[in-house]
C-alpha cells in the first residue's frame, strides 16, 4: 500500500510539473532605469497612419536627450554630427527641382538652422523670416558664432539631425521610437487627453511646459520662464511619468513623414513630434498629443532633439 500511495504522489508532482511547465507564470518586467514602461494599446489611433494597428508594450526614455549625455556619445566614438559636415551637392541636389544650378561653395560651409525672433508681426507663411543658416552652428554651438553648452549640460541637445539622433539612440543599445508609440506615450494614459499635460488650455498652462506664449515669432512673453529651452524635466510628468512630452525641444521619431495615410513619402523628411519653446496657439500648437511635423532629416535647427525607446527584452 505505502508504494502505491508514494507512487500516486510521484505521478501527481510529475503531472503538476508539466502543468507549470505549459502554463508558465509570467515573470515581471524588469525595470530600466531612466525609462518608463508603457503599456500595449490595442488600438491606435495616430493620425499618421492609414490602418489602426496595436501597440506593444515598450520603454521610452523619461527625459529628453541632454547635451551632458550628448557628449558622452561623442567623446566615447569620436562621431560627427551632420551640421559639423560640410553639405555635398551631389547628395542634395535631388531634392531641389531638375537642372537647380549648384549653389556657391559658402552656402555649402557646415551649419544649421537657427531662430531668429522678427521685430513685428509677420506673414506666418514664411519661415524664412525667423530661420537663418547660421554657419558653425551645432550641437555644442547651437546658435553658432560663440554660442556655448557650458552651463546647459541638462538642457536638451539640439541641432541634431535625424541620423545622428538614429546613432545615438543605438550607441546606447535602444532606437528611436515610433510615431505611433510616441504619440500613445504622450497621452499618459488618457486616450482623449488633448495635450500631455491633460486638457487645460495652453492660456493658463505655463507652470506645465516650455512653449511660446504670446503671439508668434515677436513677441514672447516668457510666461513659463525660458525664452529658448529649459533643463530637462524642470514641468510635471504625465500620467506614464515621462517629461517634456509637450514643448522645449521636437523629437524625432523613426517613422518617413507621409502627408496623407497612403500618400507618398516625402523625400528625406521625418516625423518630429511634441512641439518646442517656439510653438504658439497662433502658429504651429505642436505641443498638442495629435499634431505632427515634417522635418529634413539631413538639418539640424536649434529646436529639435530626440529622446529613445527600446524594445522588452526577451
Request: proline residues 9%; contains cysteine; hydrophobic residues 35%.
Amino acid at each position: 500500500m505505502k508504494n502505491q500511495h508514494l507512487m500516486a504522489v510521484l505521478v501527481a508532482a510529475f503531472l503538476l510539473f508539466l502543468s507549470c511547465e505549459n502554463n508558465s507564470v509570467q515573470q515581471p518586467i524588469r525595470q530600466i532605469p531612466g525609462m518608463q514602461l508603457i503599456p500595449e494599446q490595442q488600438r491606435s489611433e495616430n493620425i499618421g497612419k492609414a490602418v489602426a494597428h496595436p501597440i506593444p508594450a515598450f520603454f521610452l526614455d523619461q527625459r529628453e536627450v541632454t547635451n551632458a549625455e550628448f557628449k558622452a556619445f561623442v567623446d566615447a566614438t569620436d562621431y560627427l554630427t551632420t551640421a559639423e559636415q560640410d553639405l555635398d551637392w551631389e547628395q542634395i541636389k535631388s531634392q531641389f527641382p531638375p537642372n537647380t544650378p549648384p549653389p556657391p561653395d559658402s552656402l555649402l560651409k557646415a551649419g544649421a538652422l537657427v531662430f531668429q525672433p522678427n521685430l513685428n508681426a509677420i506673414d506666418l507663411q514664411n519661415e524664412l523670416s525667423w530661420w537663418h543658416w547660421e554657419r558653425g552652428a551645432n550641437w555644442k554651438q547651437p546658435e553658432g558664432g560663440n554660442s556655448t553648452i557650458e552651463g546647459l549640460e541638462n538642457h536638451p541637445v539640439v541641432q541634431i539631425s535625424h541620423a545622428d539622433a538614429h546613432a545615438y539612440c543605438q550607441w546606447k543599445g535602444k532606437r528611436l521610437p515610433t510615431e505611433a508609440e510616441w504619440e500613445w506615450a504622450a497621452k499618459g494614459g488618457n486616450p482623449s487627453a488633448i495635450y500631455p499635460w491633460g486638457d487645460d488650455a495652453p492660456g493658463s498652462a505655463s507652470d506645465k511646459a516650455n512653449f511660446w506664449q504670446g503671439p508668434f515669432p515677436w513677441k514672447n512673453q516668457e510666461l513659463d520662464g525660458f525664452a529658448k529651452t529649459s533643463p530637462v524635466a524642470h514641468y510635471p510628468p504625465n500620467g506614464y511619468g515621462l517629461y517634456d512630452m509637450a514643448g522645449n525641444v521636437w523629437e524625432w521619431c523613426e517613422d518617413p513623414y507621409q502627408e496623407l495615410p497612403e500618400g507618398p513619402v516625402i523625400a528625406n523628411h521625418f516625423v518630429i513630434r511634441g512641439g518646442s519653446f517656439l510653438c504658439a496657439e497662433n502658429y504651429c500648437s505642436g505641443y498638442r498629443t495629435r499634431n505632427r511635423l515634417a522635418a529634413d532629416g539631413q538639418i539640424g535647427s536649434n529646436h529639435t532633439g530626440c529622446r529613445c525607446a527600446m524594445d522588452i527584452p526577451d
